[in-house]
């Protein structure tokens, strides 16, 4: 008998191969967010270079599309009724039809966890300090509506099946990223509080996801990716370049314009836009990684 078949025969149809090995990745991943997370808020909040730059951003965003109430306020307005109506449609037909009860209740506690985490660190977080830095002093860290967004999509891509997840993490970190950019186009938050809720979120997504996997091992199963067109390589790749385009961009437009010298006076604006389309994508190309990773192959036999 080949070890191939042996193999199939003493582990069940779709279990979960390299348990341990998933469970390191995850704890990894999850650090990985709360150190961004803590050291986004370190620079931009703690620093006067970091406060320059996202204040900077805010300010300019009001000189290139006016004053607050005038650019996407119809959409941030419609935010928390659009992603609460889009994680309810997609968890409830899963749930309903595929019978993923533990996993739509794991997806939802992340969801509701990952907004009161937002709120009490809101209200915990210290104001922002003077340092020498014209700004309002009042902590909005993370942004609320970003991660209402993010955690919304977070919750969509967990209870989708694995050939589905790469396309619903595509168009799952799109809308988030829309969502954060909206928030700063509109003066609602700048740059680094996006930026931070995209982190805390994460680490609230990732150990819900592991624990799907692991409790829901007879649906998590998939042939590899370019199996179906939502499983497409490209569903990583596109936003993987695109990340490094941004990346290029934001190094650019941060580090080009020096105060006090001219040049261009929305430098912070697109460079702040950019580092949001980096962090957002980074970790949709990552979390789809990690979740590709974990989907074993199906096992001989398994439906």
């Known amino acids: 008998m080949s070890s191939h078949l042996q193999d199939s025969r003493r582990r069940p149809a779709g279990q979960v191969r390299g348990a341990k090995r998933l469970a390191a990745l ?17 620079f931009f909040v703690r620093t006067t270079t970091g406060q320059y730059i996202d204040e900077s951003a805010l300010v300019e965003a009001v000189a290139i599309h006016g004053p607050a109430g005038k650019a996407a306020t ?13 994680a309810a449609v997609v968890v409830l037909f899963v749930t309903v039809i595929r019978k993923r009860w533990r996993a739509a209740g794991i997806a939802v506690a992340a969801c509701i966890g990952a907004n009161i985490a937002t709120q009490v660190l809101k209200e915990l977080l210290p104001a922002r300090p003077f340092r020498g830095v014209e700004t309002l002093e009042l902590n909005s860290l993370p ?32 809308f988030a990223i829309v969502s954060g950019i909206s928030t700063v186009v509109n003066q609602w938050h700048r740059p680094a509080d996006v930026v931070a809720a995209f982190l805390l979120v994460g680490a609230f997504a990732i150990p819900a996801g592991w624990l799907i996997i692991r409790t829901g091992n007879s649906w998590n ?3 590899g990716f370019g199996g179906h067109w939502a499983s497409s390589r490209w569903w990583i790749r596109l936003p993987g370049l695109i990340s490094l385009v941004f990346a290029a961009a934001a190094a650019y437009l941060l580090t080009r314009y020096i105060p006090g010298q001219g040049g261009s006076t929305t430098s912070y604006f697109w460079g702040g836009i950019s580092l949001i389309v980096v962090a957002g994508y980074v970790a949709t190309v990552a979390t789809t990684a990690l979740f590709a ?5 199906r096992a001989a036999g398994g439906r």
């Open 26 to 42: 995850c704890i990894l991943a999850t650090l990985a967010c709360l150190a961004g997370l803590i050291a986004t808020y370190y």
């Open 74 to 86: 119809r959409f941030l307005d419609w935010l928390p009724t659009i992603s609460l109506v889009m």
């Open 143 to 174: 942004s609320g509506h970003t991660t209402l967004a993010a955690s919304a999509a977070a919750a969509v891509f967990l209870m989708t099946s694995p050939r589905w997840r790469p396309f619903a993490g595509f168009v799952g970190g799109s």
């Open 221 to 223: 199963v998939w042939d």
């Open 293 to 297: 990773f974990a989907a074993r192959r």
